[in-house]
């Protein structure tokens, strides 16, 4: 990780961010909780349950602004855990992703779009989705491009193979 980076950690039902200097809180938005909440129901997800899930990134985003206004100018974020793996493996359409690997803004909502039109038995035949994605990948899709739009980032970079942090402080 970059030691000036923000860190974004997806896990199946939370995201854990880690500030540089050590500080870190958890958000209840893993990519498994939107599949369970917001985008639970039609497949694929309808544009309402789509704008939804993206609404609860930015809202909880938009918490964690108010308790740590600093993150708003951390100038560069990596977003770790098999979920964003999983989703850089869809963008490159390969089952690995390699070291140093940026997600462009404008990829990730190629990605997004792709996906949403999908249904979950269409998606099973993209390159580089693992069968154990294709229910989440949508909410990890939610997750990556809520925070790429709250944080107006036109890159993030993806971590492979990283442990999750400490629990949070914040």
């Keep these: 990780m970059m030691a000036d980076s923000l860190t974004v950690h997806l896990d199946d039902v939370e995201v854990t961010v880690a500030v540089p200097g050590g500080e870190t809180y958890t958000l209840p938005i893993g990519p498994r909780r939107l599949t ?12 309402a ?6 609404g609860l990134v930015q809202d909880h985003l938009d918490d964690l602004l108010i308790e740590a206004p600093s993150i708003a100018a951390v100038p560069s974020v990596t977003v ?38 999908e249904t979950a038995a269409d ?11 294709v229910e989440s990948i949508i909410g990890t899709c939610c997750v990556i491009l809520g925070i790429m739009r709250r944080l107006e980032l036109s890159t993030v970079r993806i971590a492979v193979g990283t442990q999750r942090p400490a629990a949070g402080t914040g």
């Design 36 to 47: 369970a909440g917001p985008l639970q129901g039609d497949d694929p997800p309808t544009p």
């Design 49 to 54: 349950s789509l704008t939804n899930a993206l």
């Design 80 to 117: 770790a855990g098999p979920h964003a793996e999983a989703m850089a493996c869809v963008e490159i359409g390969a089952s690995s992703v390699p070291d140093d690997y940026e997600l462009a803004r404008a990829d990730a909502d190629e990605v997004f779009r792709t996906l949403a039109l």
């Design 123 to 133: 998606r099973r035949h993209n390159p580089g989705l693992a069968e154990e994605y």
